[in-house]
């Protein structure tokens, strides 16, 4: 009986499924790219990232979430995976016509943020990738900020990371196995993100 409650508890704290166009209230803002709605579902914004707690950044993209989707009716377009391994749903987040997602890379305050060849075939990640060029062109947030330059950066094939050439994930990686960028900005032009471990 005791493992039946805790059960019903679990799934009704989750709430029923949302389908594409439904409307919802954003309830909180958790940072810069998660937010949780109104019945406990916490959804993270589709091929985005923002700062850490503690990095450059964090509280202007979280803080410029807030006002753009606090308390607000909001809708969610979902890609091929509705949820991540943590139980978040995963979306592209508009408030109207208002594509949210977008409007934190061209404010400079988010990296795109791929994981398959595939997601370059939606039409949002077009524009998500022309939002985050803008951005990078203004020098504006994240690409105000001075990194120590390298004479080159390094991407395994297949991966949407971008690293050091002395980070451990791609320093014993065999040359034909590595996408070379001559600088960072046309790396993470490509449509690849930081590394968090060697943050080029």
């Known amino acids: 009986m005791a493992l039946l409650i805790v059960v019903l508890r679990l799934v009704e704290q989750i709430g029923p499924e949302?389908?594409?166009?439904?409307?919802?209230?954003?309830h909180r803002i958790i940072d810069g790219d998660t937010v949780e709605l109104l019945g406990g579902d916490k959804l993270r914004l589709l091929a985005i990232d923002t700062p850490e707690r503690g990095e450059p950044f964090f509280d202007e993209a979280?803080?410029?979430?807030?006002?753009?989707v606090l308390g607000k009716k909001a809708t969610i377009k979902y890609a091929d995976r509705r949820r991540d391994r943590y139980g978040r749903l995963l979306?592209?987040?508009?408030?109207?016509?208002?594509?949210?997602?977008?409007?934190?890379?061209?404010?400079?305050?988010?990296?795109?943020?791929l994981f398959g060849d595939d997601e370059f075939e939606r039409p949002e990640v077009a524009g998500l990738l022309?939002?985050?060029?803008?951005?990078?062109?203004?020098?504006?947030?994240?690409?105000?900020?001075?990194?120590?330059?390298?004479?080159?950066?390094?991407?395994?094939?297949?991966?949407?990371?971008l690293h050091r050439p002395s980070c451990?994930?791609?320093r014993n990686l065999a040359a034909?196995?590595?996408?070379?960028?001559?600088?960072?900005?046309?790396?993470?032009?490509?449509g690849l993100s930081p590394c968090r471990n060697c943050k080029p």
């Open 168 to 170: 451990s994930s791609v």
């Open 91 to 113: 979306g592209y987040l508009y408030i109207d016509s208002l594509f949210v997602n977008q409007v934190l890379l061209d404010s400079g305050l988010a990296y795109v943020y």
């Open 130 to 161: 022309e939002a985050q060029r803008r951005a990078i062109g203004r020098g504006t947030g994240l690409w105000s900020v001075q990194h120590e330059p390298e004479e080159y950066y390094v991407s395994p094939v297949g991966s949407y990371r």
């Open 62 to 68: 979280t803080s410029l979430l807030g006002r753009l």
């Open 176 to 190: 034909n196995r590595r996408r070379v960028f001559s600088t960072r900005e046309e790396g993470l032009a490509a």
């Open 18 to 26: 949302r389908q594409p166009g439904d409307r919802f209230i954003v």
